[in-house]
């Protein structure tokens, strides 16, 4: 089968073009159609969905070896977003079918999924019209930014796997733009999921910077609470710290309101 009859997948994510958790996830998706590979030139955690102006929007070829596999990748000098404008509009042959940004060190749950920069890089697919996934394991704070190879990308790989097999082939929901995928770091390939919603609890607390003044360089860190009853039931959180069990978030790009319009507007004219 050529390259023009497999489906196409465009792999990336926010930790950059030389992490495990990529590599991992692509010889899993490689299974599935043809991969290209278009990720940052450097750990970009935290960017979300940014396009920052200050990126020098370089893209080189370079070759990774996997499992004996030689890739031809592409980084890209600015964030996870930017890599997938340059991978879907100057890189890939033809739109992707699928989207994959991943495997991320660390979890993205609840409300800081919009700074995410692996769930950044899936929304901007999902804008430009492509279905995507964003996937990541639990890992400690002390990992999110290293190539430990503490990780074990083993199982989330698997689920990437499933979850792009069924992505390829499924018709997509209005309103679901982006199937977000979180896996314990104790999971097995027998490990069940749960479709989840975003928990409004506070997931990542946020550390007072430690410094004397305030001109001196610093920044805020951020802790994983242990405040577990505060997770609610079919959130991704509850799911993944509790049940532990894979939670599968379906997003949208679409960020406005559920709430009810007449009820909402009501309000708003009587200003009470």
């Known amino acids: 089968m050529s390259v023009k009859d497999r489906p196409l997948i465009l792999l990336t994510n926010d930790d950059g073009i030389r992490s495990p958790g990529l590599w991992a996830a692509a010889d899993a998706l490689s299974e599935l159609g043809f991969v290209v590979v278009a990720a940052p030139r450097e750990q970009s955690s935290g960017y979300g969905r940014s396009l920052p102006n200050s990126s020098d929007g370089t893209v080189h070829k370079e070759e990774v070896t996997v499992r004996g596999k030689t890739w031809e990748v592409f980084a890209v000098g600015g964030s996870p977003a930017q890599a997938v404008q340059c991978g879907v509009l100057e890189i890939a042959p033809r739109q992707p079918d699928l989207v994959v940004a991943g495997i991320n060190y660390g979890e993205n749950v609840g409300l800081g999924v919009t700074i995410s920069g692996t ?34 990308f083993s199982t989330a790989a698997f689920f990437t796997h499933r979850f792009a097999e069924i992505a390829l082939r499924m018709v997509w929901m209005s309103d679901v733009d982006v199937i977000k995928v979180e896996v314990p770091c104790d999971a097995t390939i027998d490990t069940p999921w749960q479709l989840t919603r975003l928990t409004r609890a506070k997931y990542y607390v946020p550390l007072v910077p430690d410094r004397d003044s305030l001109d001196e360089k610093s920044s805020v860190g951020y802790t994983v609470s242990q ?46």
């Open 227 to 272: 405040a577990h009853e505060t997770f609610e039931q079919g959130s991704d959180a509850h799911a993944l710290r509790v049940l532990r069990q894979v939670a599968v978030t379906p997003l949208s790009v679409d960020l406005t309101s559920r709430a009810d319009f007449q009820a909402l507007e009501t309000t708003l004219r009587e200003g009470r």
């Open 119 to 152: 769930v950044g890089a899936a929304l901007e697919a999902a804008a430009l019209g492509i279905p995507s996934l964003a996937v990541s394991v639990e890992a400690e704070p002390h990992l999110h930014l290293s190539y430990s190879r503490d990780v074990d």
